[in-house]
């Protein structure tokens, strides 16, 4: 186990974008959607909720990298925009970006808006929600709270509100594993 002695500089609270409940071990994960270690991680956190299930709170904040992933704050938006359709579309976004990251990729913007038809995302809602200038604004809330964080690059993660670097294959869920132990 790694542990830095970053700790989360804006607290979780009730505007994040959360899947478990408050009072477990809390997993927060900076990440940039155009970011493939973000992909790979998104399978491996995936494997730890199911795992851990009832146990871990899971939060997502955006670190958009927009000087090496020029895509990244567009998606980051769309996220946040579907956020505002329903609470259940951020999810949906979310762990569509990464799933088919390759495919958006590649078709930049067009790939994104074909994505979300597919998805059977009201488009143009979206699209209005992305033009709301709190959209932008959340976006960069997030990343300068990972920046205070100590955030420089993706994915990064927080433990409970310590900066953690996994360390090798399982690492992360060995930690989040002995967090929990502690727990009980």
């Keep these: 186990m790694s542990y830095d002695e970053s700790i989360l500089a804006v607290p979780v609270s009730p505007v994040d974008h959360m899947q478990g409940q408050e009072g477990m071990v809390t997993l927060v994960e900076y990440g940039d959607f155009q970011c493939p270690a973000c992909a790979e991680a998104h399978t491996l956190i ?51 970006l990464f799933e088919n990251q390759p495919l958006w990729t590649a078709y930049g913007a067009e790939g994104l808006q074909r994505g979300f038809k597919d998805l059977g995302l009201d488009t143009a809602r979206l699209e209005n929600a992305m033009r709301e200038p709190e959209i932008a604004s959340r976006v960069e809330q997030d990343f300068m709270g990972g920046v205070r964080s100590g955030v420089n690059g993706t994915p990064s993660f927080f433990i409970n509100g310590r900066q953690y670097y996994p360390n090798g294959s399982g690492s992360l869920a060995r930690a989040i594993g002995n967090a929990i132990a502690k727990l009980h």
């Design 46 to 96: 995936r494997q730890i909720q199911r795992h851990y299930a009832g146990n871990l709170n899971f939060v997502f904040r955006n670190f958009p990298l927009n000087q090496i992933h020029p895509l990244a704050q567009l998606a980051a938006e769309a996220a946040e925009g579907a956020a505002t359709l329903s609470d259940g579309e951020y999810w949906t976004v979310h762990d569509w």
